[in-house]
């Protein structure tokens, strides 16, 4: 078991994502993502791009050991009261879909975080519902796969 002390919210928050984006390989398209959401939400305000940098490499690192998706989700679910949880369902929803589709490992993640955060599913429904709503595409939009 690694030593990786408690979360601060933010570092769950990216951890969270840094969980989802891992199951086939970080993109540079999860990575913008990522890196956008900490630019932009209120959350992040005091989150450097230096301390998602470091929070990133945490994550993989935990995400490397044995028992550690495990492991993350405890350190994830203990940093972060229920209204936050959702937040961090809301934010690996979006990295899902940062690529244009979500293969079934990706959507197994999701259930298992969804599960592991004790997000109610009507809520979770809600979430994946608006997430998809932002990622529509045109008509015969090439849809992009990274």
């Known amino acids: 078991m ?9 570092e769950a928050l990216v951890c ?3 969980l989802i984006a891992a199951t086939d390989g970080i993109t540079d ?34 995400l490397g050991e044995s028992k550690g998706l495990a492991h993350a ?10 209204r936050l949880r959702e937040t961090a369902y809301a ?10 589709f979500a293969d079934q490992e990706a959507l197994r993640l999701l259930a298992y975080v969804r599960d592991e955060l004790h997000v109610d599913a009507l809520v979770a429904s809600a979430i994946e519902r608006a997430t998809r709503a932002r990622h529509q595409r045109l008509a015969g939009s090439p849809v992009a796969r990274a």
Not at 2 to 10: H, I, N, Q, V, Y
């Open 2 to 10: 690694s030593t990786l002390p408690a979360l601060t919210p933010p």
């Open 16 to 18: 969270t994502m840094v």
């Open 29 to 62: 398209r999860e990575i913008g993502v990522m890196s956008g959401l900490v630019q932009t939400l209120p959350i992040f305000e005091d989150f450097s791009s230096a301390d998602l940098a470091t929070a990133t490499e945490a994550a993989i690192a935990l």
């Open 73 to 82: 989700s405890r350190l994830i679910r203990d940093a972060l009261e229920p």
């Open 91 to 100: 934010l690996a929803c979006e990295v899902a879909a940062a690529d244009g």
